[in-house]
């Protein structure tokens, strides 16, 4: 099985961006943890701070892999052009945040790609990625 993450704008900054929300560990720290535990699941990984190149990656994990990860981070909330290409292509998606989104500010309530995703998953930190990853896995 293939399987693509894809996150959005900041999550570079994971590891040292609020860490009181985010933890303390970087993301390629964390995808180096999960491609140890997933050995038999081909991983990969891609992050853009930019809208369009997130959707030309959706466009593309989509001829490529069985399963996408998502975490489009503040475009969750803004972005039709991220939720129609989610809706435009036939790979299932699941929408991650590791915070709790409903339990911050009112705007971060609302997902534009929800509606179009397998599942949506928030609130466990990055275990949330691992309990993506584990839910394609299980349908097999």
């Known amino acids: 099985m293939k399987i693509m ?18 933890g303390n560990k970087s993301f390629e720290a964390y995808f180096s943890e999960l491609q ?15 809208e369009g190149e997130l959707i030309d990656e959706l466009h593309k994990a989509d001829k490529d892999f069985d399963g996408i990860v998502l975490n489009a981070a503040a475009y969750t909330h803004t972005s039709v052009g991220i939720a129609d290409a989610v809706k435009g292509i036939k790979t299932p998606v699941v929408e991650v945040h590791i915070s709790n989104t409903h339990s911050r500010e009112e705007f971060r309530h609302k997902s534009y790609i929800a509606p179009n995703a397998k599942g949506v998953i928030l609130g466990f930190g990055l275990l949330g990625y691992n309990l993506a990853i584990q839910s394609f896995l299980n349908e097999k």
Do not use: A, C, H, V
Not at 36 to 50: A, C, G, M, P
């Open 5 to 22: 993450i894809i996150n959005g704008p900041n999550l570079n900054l994971l590891g040292t961006r609020e860490p009181d929300t985010y």
């Open 36 to 50: 140890f535990k997933f050995t038999n699941t081909e991983l990969s990984y891609f992050q853009s701070n930019i």
